[in-house]
């Protein structure tokens, strides 16, 4: 498996990823310009693993200059259980601190039990004291 830096030339296939994981919400902010802001505005924070048959794996990460978050971590279903996943938290984390990032954030939605299982698992805390709110500041509801 080849790690390396998520540019936009990936969309395509890593969209066809995140489609075929259960658990991985899309919205419309993961639209092709979406997913170039979100690179352009956190470069060098967001990786893909391939192996010899194209695009297997990818996570996102991103900052706000105190806390680190992390987004679509997915691996295509067959290659699971080989530390991946892991590898890319690895990746993701150690840009992040070398950016002065120490914490980070990860959404995982509550029906998702094998997303909360790997998170829980190595060693992030569910925060159960914090509730989360949005906003929708435009007309597109899926936003």
């Given at each position: 498996m080849k790690y390396r830096v998520m540019q936009?030339?990936?969309?395509?296939?890593?969209?066809?990823?995140?489609?075929?994981?259960?658990g991985l919400s899309l919205r419309a902010a993961d639209s092709r310009a979406g997913i170039e802001k979100y690179l352009l505005r956190n470069p060098g924070l967001s990786f893909v693993a391939e192996d010899g048959t194209g695009i297997g794996a990818s996570i996102m990460a991103g900052h706000d200059g105190k806390r680190g978050y992390i987004q679509h971590l997915a691996v295509d279903p067959a290659l699971r259980k080989r530390g991946i996943?892991?590898?890319?938290?690895?990746?993701?984390?150690?840009?992040?601190?070398?950016?002065?990032?120490?914490?980070?954030?990860v959404h995982v939605l509550k029906e998702n039990q094998a997303g909360r299982s790997y998170w829980s698992g190595r060693g992030w805390t569910l925060r159960a004291e914090i509730e989360m709110y949005s906003f929708i500041n435009g007309d597109n509801e899926n936003t």
């Open positions: 936009i030339s990936d969309y395509d296939p890593v969209i066809k990823l995140w489609r075929s994981c259960d996943a892991t590898r890319l938290m690895t990746l993701c984390l150690g840009a992040l601190k070398a950016q002065g990032i120490e914490k980070s954030h």
